[in-house]
């Protein structure tokens, strides 16, 4: 299957961050614990290997190394990011929410595992983050003071006021029109806040000062911002097949969105204006031009 | 609302911890943080505060005292302990699961919120867990090492080799009588697990030998498997209001349980055998008898 476009993108311009976490990844699912059943194991690779963009472990490994931490010693960190991501991916198409039957081209997990397989990979995935983070991330040499700090803020941002908080301002807004300040609070829960914990966390496992740290903060603040508002622009200028899951869905849903709120040029220019404000946070830190930069300036122009 | 039975017993035996704890969930519950939606909210508060026996958090809190360490620093533990319990409870209710409209005598949180919301308060109180143990098992002074080690224990014992690997086994076994060895597989993992980390997690916190922290992981382990052998049992003998649940589901899915696989006789017997087995390991550790052991007693005579 080609990758679609902006992944390619994404791929190129931190090929090395990718290949890193592609590998740490296929390793991991190579072996099976005895003690994972067959199927849930085969339910959990299934979505964790549906190729995504990894947009988040390569946040997670990039801000690490310039925090001062080799890559590898952030990657137990990293996979727990896109364990926890691929969970409320997989409980998000779910029939009684998104009830979607494609997810990056392929079927979605409960298409291809039964609702209650997929209900319980999705547990899994989030219990699986937090035992691998907490296990191997002191093994690969992080103190145990880093590791319980940078777990928490993962744990914060993924749980009732971040990402799933987020989830339920998104169920409860379909059916209303609650304008564009709700798809602000929506957006900053259900993706900005692991976005951000992303960059955050990976930059808390070095030496960093709260000053750096503020940049960092702001930058995924920002980017994850970008990211949100692009989603809801593709999913009314793209098919199916240029998106690799179902387009027009918020509006058949009556979701609010930044282009049910403003309108598609409006929306546009939001875009633009997050990914800049993302720029300039970081551009404090790296005046010359860094890949964080080209990042968010990709994002902003992502088209799948 | 009478407390049934065994709740009572349970109680009376373990006054203290079941007050301490009730005290502290009921504080955190008290207070809403900003961020997380009303909706959500109240129906993680909803499900945490149905009425349940608090046996794990129980475990841990008096696991914990006789480590050597003042219950009051493990009531974060505890809480984490409790919050993944109820997740796993509200999502095995769910339609795709198994379908129970009734727990602790009230409806099931589906029921009461609907099935989107449902889903994603398990997830949140999954997530709620290790923000919580992360955050304030420190701030109440527990050790970085300790919190990421015990945090770590929680998580797999929870995880795709320890209670959702059991849930799968359990679902997957609906279909079949796989028999005797199997129910112990199910029971082990499905609930077996997460009881045995109660005990040893909280026994962790204290300053323990590797030979003491034998014995409560043994008596974990034998007590997790009484308590589902007589879970299957109350499945079959007891009705809707003793039960505060569904009673005869088990038979009606096919499922492959204790009864089943032995009938209900020998099931007894190994209910009691497994309870002895618990009180043997923990006896070496306290010969003039504890709490613990009483309350080994006390689950295997449970009738609810």
Redesign the interface.
Known sequence: MRMPESEDALATLSGHYFQLFEDYLGNLLGTR?D???S???ES?AYSLQAGGKRLRPILCLAAAERGGVGPQKALPLAAAIEF?HT??LI?DD?P??DDDDLRRGKPTNHRAF????A??A???L???A??HA??HL?RAGV???K???A??IL??A????????G???D??GESRRAGGDFAFSVAS?KTGALIRASVVTGALLGDISDTDLRCYYDYGTHLGLAFQIVDDILDVTRTRDELGKTPHKDEAQGKNTFVSAYGLDEAQKLAAEASEEACRAIEELFPEGDLLIDLAKSLADRKS
Chains 1, 2 share one sequence.
Do not use: N, Y
Not at 114 to 117: D, F, H, S, T, W
Not at 158 to 165: D, L, Q
């Open positions: 614990d003690g994972v059943p199927r849930l194991w959990m926890i969970a409320s409980h779910m009684c929410m039964g609702e209650a397989l209900l319980i999705g547990d899994a989030l219990l699986w937090f035992s907490l296990t002191p103190s145990f003071e590791t319980s700090k777990v928490a744990a914060e993924s749980g009732p006021s971040g990402m799933c908080g989830q339920v301002l169920t409860d829960a």
